[in-house]
């Protein structure tokens, strides 16, 4: 079952073709842009002799900070009365970014969202309620259009007051919802606190998650809590927002609409592409947007090409789940290391839960990754043999998943600061001089 | 059945200093104790005080990571060959034990030894066995 049978299992080979079409014409597009018109002169790039989309290599990668510095119109490539929407990101340092949208823009936004909706099962039968913030925050309306052109009763609920959320699926019968997973979990525990059984007194048959940090694990759980499937969504306003790749039914991987996006991975260090399978900074190009194309965007968010083939047929890649960002990576003996790699090797670990802290030292002259983890009552027998176990199952699972080989540090209860769940817990305290 | 109080402890000055104070306000005697370091920065003090429950209790209400540990105390003689003679019907008793410590009761006259074994209830059918009944727990609390 395909949204748009053609395009979605197009051969590979032939998805080339469509990309080479789509980046010529982008890059025509691009140079009607005072920022793109000075980058391909300061680069000598003839967009004209670009004819194949692997010649994208030869192009200058695009920064968070390039669209910073050029707020707002230096990546306008139209006339402003051709533009019918922009969307900002949440800008935490500086400028906000801004993207601005045509209609065509936002038909083909609005498309490929559904597109992603219809993979992870959702249909025109279905009641979406979508529980994120609209405005100017791209999951809001992205997922109402996405909505919309799929055909559903869609309810915009919007952020926050969990009463109303849960009257609403009540009276409405809502089966399909979007949220953060944080959120899902706030929603579960006022289920539980009005004496209701997520299970048996709602509807609801999926979830879609995504725009904020989660593990494998987080997901298991909230599909526990819910007892039915959570489809993992990424997207980011730079590329539109949702609807840059998402979950099929097979829930192996997030595929990344290829007719769209041109994707590449790459070692943010060396800046060279990595190999399929391998963690690297995810960079994008757009193929099919007029008001303002984005060539060679760097993500910061680390994930991987799933090498292998769909069981449901797609051809377009697959992304892994988002592992981390950039800015969080660190290097400890010469290895990348992210902090959720570490993470959801500690989550795993009942006794370890949310209960550490990594710290960087430098011990001997030597850069270690330590593990600081608190002994609590509630699993602590006063045994040594226990402990010594337990050192030894974190060392082992994490020289397994990062191939650094910890410092585990076990720590009296209370010792560690109260993180906010969202928080990445790595300190780094060698002196790096 | 005798108690032992097992805590864990970061080994830090003042660290177990925190855990004599706080037994003395409350009134609880350490009848004997003794600490495991392990080559980390890491231990376990084990306890035996009169009111095992009562040291549990506060020391979780002031958060320590604190367990009672079922524990098996033996009567031996203070005196020369008192602890080897022990021994060796614990030996005999073919009973393995991580931990062990002790205390006298009286000079020249009787003391025990306080055993930790991984499986405390098959190491008192052991010994029991073999005629060793544990010690009544008045005696070790010292009530
Ligand atoms: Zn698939």
Redesign the interface.
């Known amino acids: 079952m395909f949204w748009e049978r053609n395009i979605e299992t197009l051969e590979k080979d032939q998805l080339q073709v469509l990309q080479s079409e789509r980046l010529a014409r982008t890059l025509n597009q691009a140079v009607q842009a005072p920022f793109y018109k000075k980058i391909f002169e300061e680069y000598q790039v003839d967009p004209k002799k670009i004819k194949r989309s692997s010649e994208i290599k030869n192009l200058p990668f695009t920064t968070k900070q390039d669209l910073r510095d050029n707020v707002p119109y230096g990546l306008l490539t139209i006339d402003q009365k051709e533009v019918i929407r922009l969307h900002c990101s949440s800008g935490t340092t500086g400028n906000p970014i801004v993207v601005f949208h045509t209609r065509h823009d936002i038909d083909s936004w609005s498309n490929l969202m559904a597109r992603s909706l219809f993979a992870a099962g959702v249909r025109d039968t279905d009641v979406f309620q979508n529980i994120c913030g609209y405005g100017l925050f791209t999951g809001g309306l992205g997922f109402q259009y996405g909505c919309e052109t799929l055909g559903c009763l869609s309810i915009p609920a919007g952020a926050g007051n969990t009463a109303r959320q849960i009257k609403l699926m009540q009276d409405y019968g809502t089966t399909a919802i979007h949220a953060i997973p944080s959120y899902l979990n706030r929603l579960h525990e006022f289920i539980v606190a009005k004496g209701m059984d997520a299970r048996k007194d709602l509807k609801l048959k999926k979830m879609m998650i995504g725009a904020e940090p989660y593990t494998e694990e987080q997901r298991v759980r909230i599909q526990e809590m819910f007892g039915i499937k959570a489809y993992n969504s990424y997207g980011l306003t730079e590329m539109n927002g949702p609807g840059v790749a998402f979950e099929c039914e097979c829930q192996s991987g997030l595929h990344i609409w290829e007719d769209a996006y041109i994707v590449e991975i790459i070692d943010p260090k060396t800046l060279e592409p990595v190999p399929d399978g391998e963690i690297g900074e995810l960079v994008m190009t757009t193929l099919d947007r007029h008001a303002v194309p984005i060539l060679r965007f760097r993500t910061r968010d680390l994930t991987r090409i799933i090498p292998g083939k769909c069981d449901c047929g797609r051809t377009h890649k697959r992304i892994d789940r988002i592992t981390g960002r950039t800015d969080d990576m660190f290097i400890v003996k010469g290895c990348n290391v992210f902090p959720m790699q570490v993470e959801a090797v500690l989550l795993q670990i009942p006794e370890v839960a949310n209960n550490y802290m990594i710290k960087l030292e430098t011990i001997n002259d030597n850069s270690e990754m330590i593990i600081e983890v608190e002994v609590l009552s509630n699993w602590f027998r006063g045994d040594i043999a226990r402990l010594d176990g337990l050192k030894k199952q974190i060392e082992h699972g994490i020289r397994n998943e990062v191939l650094v080989k910890p410092i585990i540090r076990m720590v009296e209860a209370g010792s560690l600061p109260v993180s906010e769940g969202k928080a990445v817990r790595v300190q780094d305290l060698r002196n790096l001089n | 059945m005798a108690y032992?109080v097992?805590i864990?402890?970061?080994n830090k000055i003042g660290?177990l200093r925190k855990i004599t104070t706080l037994l003395a306000e409350n009134q609880i005697n350490i009848r004997t104790m003794n600490l495991?370091h392990?080559s980390?920065?890491?231990?376990?003090l084990?306890l035996i005080v009169d009111f095992p429950d009562k040291a549990h209790q506060v020391l979780?209400s002031q958060?320590?990571?604190?367990?009672?540990?079922e524990v098996i105390a033996l009567e031996m003689d203070d005196h020369p060959g008192g602890l080897d003679n022990l021994l060796g019907k614990v030996e005999a008793a073919g009973v393995n034990f991580?931990n062990a410590y002790s205390r006298i009761l009286k000079a020249g006259g009787e003391a025990f030894l306080i055993l930790d074994s991984?499986d405390t209830e098959q190491a008192r059918e052991k010994l029991k066995k073999l005629g060793l009944a544990p010690l009544d727990d008045e005696t070790v609390y010292g009530k």
Request: without cysteine; negative net charge.
């Open positions: 032992q097992s864990f402890l970061e660290h495991t392990t980390n920065d890491w231990g376990v084990n979780n958060n320590f990571s604190v367990a009672l540990r991580t991984a």
